[in-house]
């Protein structure tokens, strides 16, 4: 599980962690026989670990290129991306492609993989070094302030957690009205047919049973401590 917030995290004056991920993970291992040990750890090594076969399963995740070289994926949601940047940029910029297309505006991502961005984007935006990395998304938020030419690209409800737990000002957000990203699950092929079939049936009650809306609303309304009762 990548430890950023909201995905994994210890609750603020709380021994608990929780998050996204982490809640995910509680809620399969209710609705599966698999067994599930959770590890946190940052993007870069989420991938390298992927690679090498140390790990099974990375947890809520933005289907990327990157990450498809090595691994297959479980949808869970589409979403549309939003881009937060301050409101004198977002005055200028009333769609988001024209964002993207404005070389004076830099793009705050995690290592590894830039999330929510075409192959042919990154490409672009790799080139004209356009790419500002940041160690974790709680960092990539931050970093909004020291960076005013500067956006962060994610969906609605990882904005909305940040927003309200960094008390971000003077910010708007661009949403793509175009494209669209899965988030999801994604696992290596040596893992067992039946766990992933389970697996990915389980992801599918959640979404027809509310769980998973329920999950991800916790986190875009966030009180302290943010844990889901079972």
């Known amino acids: 599980m990548n430890e950023s917030e ?14 996204v991920s982490y809640d995910t993970v509680n809620e399969l291992r209710s609705r599966t026989s ?4 959770p590890i946190p750890m940052n993007r870069s090594r989420l991938l390298s670990e992927l690679k090498s076969y140390r790990i099974d399963l990375v947890v809520v995740t933005i289907k990327n290129p990157v990450f498809d070289e090595v691994a297959n994926f479980i949808p869970i949601q589409k979403v549309e991306r939003q881009a937060l940047t301050s409101e004198k940029i977002a005055a200028e910029h009333k769609t988001f492609q024209t964002l993207i297309d404005d070389p004076k505006v830099s793009f705050i991502v995690l290592p590894a993989a830039a999330y929510f961005f075409t192959a042919e984007e990154t490409k672009k935006l790799s ?37 309200k737990v960094q008390a971000l000002k003077g910010f708007e957000r661009i949403t793509d009205k175009d494209k669209t990203f899965e988030i999801g699950i994604y696992y290596r092929n040596k893992s067992r ?38």
Not at 34 to 37: I, L, P, Q, S, V
Request: proline residues 5%; charged residues 20%.
């Open 34 to 37: 698999c067994k599930f040990a």
């Open 193 to 230: 047919a039946e766990d992933i079939q389970a697996i990915t049936q389980a992801l599918n009650e959640m979404v027809k049973d509310g769980t998973w809306q329920r999950i991800t609303d916790t986190y875009a309304d966030f009180v302290t401590p943010a844990l889901i009762k079972k």
């Open 127 to 163: 080139q004209a070094q356009r790419f500002i990395t940041a160690p974790s998304l709680q960092a990539s938020y931050r970093s909004l302030k020291k960076w005013p030419q500067a956006a962060v690209v994610q969906n609605e409800w990882v904005h909305k957690y940040f927003e």
């Open 6 to 19: 909201p995905l994994y995290f210890q609750a603020p004056h709380s021994r608990n962690f929780t998050g």
